[in-house]
């Protein structure tokens, strides 16, 4: 084959064919011709690749020619081609052609040179020739140079020796059919007999191989054919050289195997079926029977087409199947599921295999958490939760344990492992939380989350939220202990119960009182069902006596609710303070005026015995102690005509208190005035009371006096301190009587009766008037006594004031009931005198008495909140007094007085001085 690329080495060599001609017997000479490969090249004086010749008989005998075809641009006499071989050794150059016509790209046949027969005897068997051209072969299409149709030819005479080598590790007998010598018996590498035998070349021979018992002839190699049974003859032609036979005798060799598959490359759950397949193959070299095929992990048994299998290619395999259905407890170990398959027959040993099919185990589980509450709407509500717990995995869940964070306790679960299993395969946990004040105050939703796991899957959590319903509420609740109110001042108690009806925590309580200002809370935060009692308070004022009651209403408000109202509380007004009150200051400022009217009676006694001392018309005087301050008058017709006379030098009517030897006696009408201004002051209560006596009388004769006397009062009371102020305008007319009984004893009385228009403002804003009918009675025994210039004046003597206050309804519209005062009072005591008589008609008086008071009937001052008497309790008390009266000749005179009251009495005392000046107004 020519290669058609320029310049290029030749790519593929031919191993020379050689052709064996018999042209003689043995041991006579005869011709060889072997081929030899094409060769080419491209440009000037190229040189072609080597080819190689192989398998040369190197017993030449000669030289030998090489013959061969150029193509080319070659032809001029120095256009040459030299052949150069290579016998493994040297490089020999063994000749040079010149091809004359071979012009213009032609083609020259049987060119030929010369081989050295050392050249090929030299050799070992194998040689390499180059063709090279000399100058410029030219341009031809295709190739420049190529060398074609090369044969090498030279002549030998051999015999050859066919020798049988046995093969394989059994027996055998080896017999050449005549006229062959061979009949041996060959084993692996050796043999006994003849084995081999001298042949001439190109003879050719027929050998049988047979084999021994317990061994079989597997066939030849080297021979030229085959043939017979089992391929037993050999047909060899032993030409070109020595040649070898090679029969194979094997032990018989009873084998097999097993190759278990399955179409199952994963396991994945219990109760998956895996299908296995068994592949047995006879691999051993004689025909198998009884095979049986055990497989350790499978459902029944393996199931086989056939029992037998023969060894022979394409008839000695067999399928065989069978299934495994996976357990629970091949997921729940892993790894693999493996099956151990052992083939087994009459001949061969058993065959084994084991298929490992991983187990894909995917633990997993879920966990849904719910309750039976759809709403959480108090704090200590307890919510129960329910957990479904459900193994969704291949294997079985162990040490299965719940957490959930928002839960009492812990999880409780029935178990703590869970097959995978359908219908198996879940539970349920349960857990309770309580609901905390805190959660109901957050609001939004009670959310819980929990985790389940176990010692296989992965976590797996829910989380549940439930809806916190928030209803903030309160009650307000107002109260008071007060169920009325009497007097302005008053101050009412008010409790406000603020509670929490709601179900959270309210925050920033406030209370709101539209009435109160003083609202006061202990607390401003509430925790449900808790409440707090606030307190407030009201001062009554003055229109709330008039108005009757008292309504309100409280609110109470918070962060979390709207105002709420509470209920109105509503307290009535209670008169009978009122009226007690007003009662009761009408009642005292009587009793203080009948006391005052009582102890300023005027002395009726000098009515007969003082007709007039020619002194000073009008008489002055006054007295005074810490708490009660007085002045007073007196004059008459008779003491202002006194006066004048002393003045003109006349005579007047004396009746001198030192005694009657030395009077003169009374006669005639007389009309006479005394007044009096007095201020007291008792526990806080200031009173005034102005007196003013108007009286007429006639001396029947000089031991019997009567006349008619009228009497004015005003009088004014006003305590800032209990806020009450009482004045009144009074009189009371009436006749008098004085007689003297005795020398030494007189008697007088009198009788008045009268009414009175008062006002009265109890609570210091607004003035009601009543009115009072009044009466009075007095008698009294003055005994008159004189020794020399002492003289003694006992007296004893009785007075009764009695008044009564007239029903009325005042500006509250409240009825105040009438009342009546009265005081009787029995005095009794001697007066003691003595008078010294000075120079130029000066006297000095010196006076001491003492006086029994005796309280038959009091007029109490009572307290305006109890009605209790606040004065002594006390009835009989005594009185000292003690003075001195100087009287000038001109008819001035000074008395000065002082008096303790109370002896005798607990709890009660007064004291105090008087002082009188009488001037003459000439």
């Known amino acids: 084959m020519m290669i058609r690329r320029k310049h290029a080495m030749l790519c593929a060599q031919f191993f020379a064919i050689f052709f064996i001609v018999f042209s003689a017997l043995a041991g006579q000479a005869f011709a060889v011709t072997y081929s030899v490969p094409n ?106 140079f190529r060398v074609s149709n090369a044969s090498l ?174 357990t629970l407890a091949e997921m729940n170990a892993g790894g693999n599921v493996s099956n151990t398959v052992t083939a087994s027959s009459n001949e061969a040993p058993n065959a084994t295999d084991t298929l490992d099919i991983p ?67 879940t539970m349920t946990c349960t857990a309770q939380h309580t609901v905390t004040l805190a959660e109901m105050n957050a609001g939004g939703n009670l959310t819980n989350n929990v985790t389940a796991s176990s010692n296989e899957a992965p976590d797996a959590t829910d989380s549940l939220s439930i809806p916190i319903t928030q ?8 109260s008071s202990t007060a169920t009325t109110y009497t007097m302005v001042g008053d101050v009412l108690d008010y409790e406000i119960l603020i509670t929490n009806t709601g179900n959270i925590t309210l925050t920033n309580i406030s209370l709101d009182d539209p009435l109160t200002s003083d609202e006061s809370c202990p607390v401003n935060t509430l925790d449900p ?20 009651s008292i309504s309100n209403t409280a609110s109470a408000d918070s962060d979390q609710t709207t105002p709420q109202s509470s209920n109105t509380v509503t307290i009535n007004f209670d008169p009978s303070e009122v009226r007690a009150r007003t009662s009761r200051i009408i009642a005292n400022f009587m009793s203080r005026r009948a006391d005052q009217i009582t102890a300023s009676d005027p002395d009726l006694v000098s009515r007969m015995t003082g007709c007039g001392n020619g002194g000073a018309p009008v008489t002055v005087g006054g007295d005074g102690t810490p708490d009660s301050q007085s002045l007073n008058f007196s004059t008459s ?51 005034t009371l102005g007196l003013f006596y108007l009286g007429i009388d006639y001396h029947l004769s000089p031991s019997l006096v009567v006349g008619l006397l009228a009497q004015f009062d005003h009088s004014e009371e006003m305590d800032n301190f209990e806020g009450f102020a009482v004045r009144g305008n009074g009189w009371l007319v009436g ?23 008062n006002k009265v403002n109890p609570l210091g804003f607004y003035e009601d008037d009543f009115e009072t009918e009044r009466w009075l009675g007095r008698a009294r025994l003055t005994g008159d006594y004189r020794f020399g210039n002492f003289s003694v004046q006992p007296h004893v003597g009785v007075i009764y004031f009695h008044e009564k206050q007239k029903a009325y309804t005042d500006s509250l519209d409240i009825a105040i009931p009438s009342q ?87 709890n009660s005392e007064a004291y105090g001085g008087r002082m009188r000046l009488n001037l003459p107004l000439n």
């Open 153 to 326: 030819t030279y002549s030998t005479a051999v015999n050859r020796t066919l020798t049988v080598s046995g093969q394989g590790n059994g027996t055998g007998t080896i017999t050449g059919a005549s006229p062959s010598t061979i009949n041996c018996t060959s084993t692996a590498g050796s043999g006994s007999g003849t084995c081999s035998e001298t042949v001439a070349n190109g003879t050719t021979r027929t050998l049988t191989a047979t084999a021994s018992t317990g061994s079989m002839f597997t066939g030849w190699s080297g021979c030229t054919s085959v043939s017979g049974p089992g391929n037993s003859v050999c047909t060899i032609n032993v030409t070109g050289g020595n040649r070898t036979v090679q029969p194979t005798f094997i032990l018989n060799d009873p084998r097999m195997t097993v190759d278990k598959s399955s179409t199952t490359t994963s396991v994945t759950a219990a109760g998956q079926p895996v299908p296995y397949s068994y592949l047995v193959t006879n691999t051993g070299n004689i025909t198998l029977t009884g095979i049986l095929l055990i497989d350790d992990n499978i459902d029944g048994s393996v199931s086989c087409p056939q029992s037998t299998l023969a060894p022979t290619s394409g008839s000695n395999t067999m399928t065989c199947t069978a299934q495994h259905t996976v």
């Open 820 to 906: 009546t005062i009265s005081l009787g009072r029995l005095t009794f005591g001697p007066k003691f005198a003595y008078t010294i008589h000075g120079a130029g008609g000066t006297t000095i008086t010196p006076e001491f008495g003492i006086m029994g008071i005796w309280d038959f009937d009091k007029a109490e001052i009572v307290d305006l909140e109890t009605g209790r008497p606040t004065g002594s309790n006390d009835d009989v008390r005594a009185r000292i007094e003690a003075g001195i009266t100087v009287a000038l000749p001109s008819g001035m005179s000074l008395q000065g007085e002082g008096f303790y009251d109370g002896i005798g009495a607990s």
């Open 529 to 548: 069902n808790t409440s707090t009692t606030c307190t407030a308070s009201y001062t009554v004022m003055e229109s709330d006596l008039s108005n009757g």
């Open 637 to 687: 017709l008779r003491q202002m005509s006194a006066s004048r006379k002393k003045r003109n030098g006349e005579p007047a009517e004396r009746l001198d208190e030192t005694g009657p030897s030395d009077a003169q006696p009374c006669s005639g009408f007389d009309i006479w005035a005394s007044g009096q201004w007095s201020r007291n002051r008792t526990d806080g209560t200031a009173n």
């Open 471 to 478: 209803t903030p509420g309160m009650s307000v609740v107002k």
């Open 735 to 757: 006749p008098y009587i004085v007689a003297r009984l005795t020398d030494t004893l007189i008697f007088d009385g009198r009788f008045a009766w009268g009414q009175s228009d």
């Open 39 to 144: 060769a080419s090249c491209n440009g000037a004086g190229c040189n072609t690749s080597y080819v190689n010749v192989t398998g040369l008989d190197t017993n030449i005998s000669g030289n030998a020619t090489l013959t061969f075809r150029a193509y080319g641009d070659i032809g001029n006499s120095d256009e040459t081609i030299t052949v150069r071989i290579n016998n493994g050794a040297t490089t020999t150059n063994v000749g040079t052609v010149n091809p004359s016509g071979f012009l213009f790209c032609g083609i020259v046949n049987n060119l030929t040179v010369t081989v050295p027969q050392s050249i090929i005897a030299n050799s070992s068997g194998s040689i390499s020739i180059q063709y090279r051209t000399s100058n410029d072969v030219g341009s031809c299409p295709g190739t420049d």
């Open 359 to 425: 187990i894909t185990q995917t633990p997993t589980m879920t966990v849904y958490k719910s309750s039976t509450f759809t709403s959480v709407t108090a704090a200590g509500q307890v919510v129960p939760y329910s957990y479904l717990v459900t193994n969704t995995g291949n294997i079985t869940l162990t040490g299965i344990s719940l957490i959930d964070d928002n839960i009492d306790g812990s999880v409780s679960c029935p178990a703590a492992s869970l097959p995978p299993t359908s219908g198996s395969n």
